[in-house]
């Protein structure tokens, strides 16, 4: 199948098949396993933080973040579009007692500045004490600027807050930017970073933070049931997703680029190839297209894509250039076999 539902079902390489099998293991509640802390080490250094905590997804990380920076009656500013206040399914209100203040996300992805200030709440008892401000990027497959992650940051210095960054994608930012992951990390006092999407690990992400932000988190998580035992195993992958896997994201974005390039040659698809900044391309598919159909009718020629009629089509390791020419003479055989 070519699978461009999302980059989470790319398949471990054979390289981490490997280093599974041969992975050196102990039992990571107790601090034991040698392969989960190198990785943690590791990940740390590279990124530029004292601390990093290897977890089980992206959902985990974001949510022991943001316990570990909120105290219950406390709220954090997000985007309206934010993974970490849409997609999460209300955890942070859920089991940390801690409210969101969604903010408008604009075009590029960003969150005005101007809106930030305003939601910012004066020390009264009648709010929410306004601890944290959480960025993402990319969004939408969108790359935050550097100037802006700047700006972001000094404003939340200035106001007192703490800033943390759902990166969950930060690599495909970074080598859309043809810069490290460092350079977008050293922005934020936490990060999360999911290895099991574009960089192909089959599962996990990793927390940064200092020392009193990730001990906080090893103890949310391990509440949450998240403390895992030989999880050397599946940290062994996701050593290779960091070492191995972020400089070819740029393949994915040039097959994301091709793919839109290719999709403006059809009528009934309406896409604008220049939104298209990382590993996602987003298209209309016009009114008269039912999208459950096209979608059943693709998947008789071995093509998954998520039935809507606004198109979100994903590129990673598991679909090559040649699976993007594939696709798209698909598609138009399918368009017109179910107008
Ligand atoms: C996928 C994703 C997450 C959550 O990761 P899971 O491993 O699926 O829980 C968080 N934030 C963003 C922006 C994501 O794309």
Not at 169 to 181: F, H, T
Not at 256 to 278: N, S, Y
Not at 286 to 302: E, M, Q, S, V, Y
């Amino acid at each position: 199948m070519i699978d461009f539902r999302s980059d989470t079902v790319t398949k471990p390489t054979p390289a981490m098949r490997a280093a599974m099998a041969k992975a050196e293991v102990g039992d990571d509640v107790y601090g034991d396993d040698p392969t989960v802390n190198r990785l943690q080490d590791m990940a740390a250094d590279m990124f530029g933080f004292d601390s990093a905590l290897f977890v089980s997804s992206g959902t985990q990380a974001n949510l022991l973040a943001l316990m570990a920076h909120c105290e219950r009656g406390d709220e954090y500013l997000c985007g309206q579009q934010a993974h970490n206040y849409k997609f999460e399914g209300g955890g942070a209100a859920v089991l940390g007692s801690i409210q969101p203040q969604p903010l408008p996300n604009q075009m590029d992805g960003s969150i005005l500045l101007s809106d930030i200030e305003a939601a910012i709440k004066p020390d009264d008892i009648h709010f929410a004490r306004t601890r944290l401000l959480s960025l993402e990027n990319t969004i939408g497959g969108k790359v935050l600027s550097q100037d802006y992650l700047a700006k972001a940051q000094t404003l939340a210095f200035n106001r007192g807050l703490k800033i943390h960054l759902d990166g969950a994608r930060v690599a495909n930012a970074a080598v859309a930017q043809g810069i490290a992951i460092a350079d977008i990390t050293q922005y934020f006092d936490s990060v999360s970073i999911c290895l099991s999407k574009g960089l192909c690990a089959p599962i996990g992400s990793i927390l940064l933070g200092d020392e009193r932000l990730i001990a906080k988190a090893i103890r949310w998580r391990k509440m949450l049931g998240g403390g895992m035992r030989q999880a050397g195993i599946i940290a062994a992958a996701a050593t290779l997703a960091i070492t191995d896997q972020v400089e070819r994201l740029a393949d994915d974005h040039d097959n994301a680029k091709r793919l839109a390039m290719l999709l403006t040659q059809v009528d009934e698809i309406d896409v604008d190839v220049e939104q298209v900044q990382t590993n996602m391309v987003f298209a209309k598919l016009a009114d008269n297209i039912n999208p459950k159909r096209l979608a059943d009718a693709l998947f008789t020629k071995g093509i998954l894509i998520s039935a809507s009629q606004q198109l979100r089509l994903v590129t990673h390791n598991d679909i090559s250039k040649q699976d993007i020419t594939t696709f798209v003479q698909q598609l138009k055989h399918a368009i017109v076999s179910v107008k």
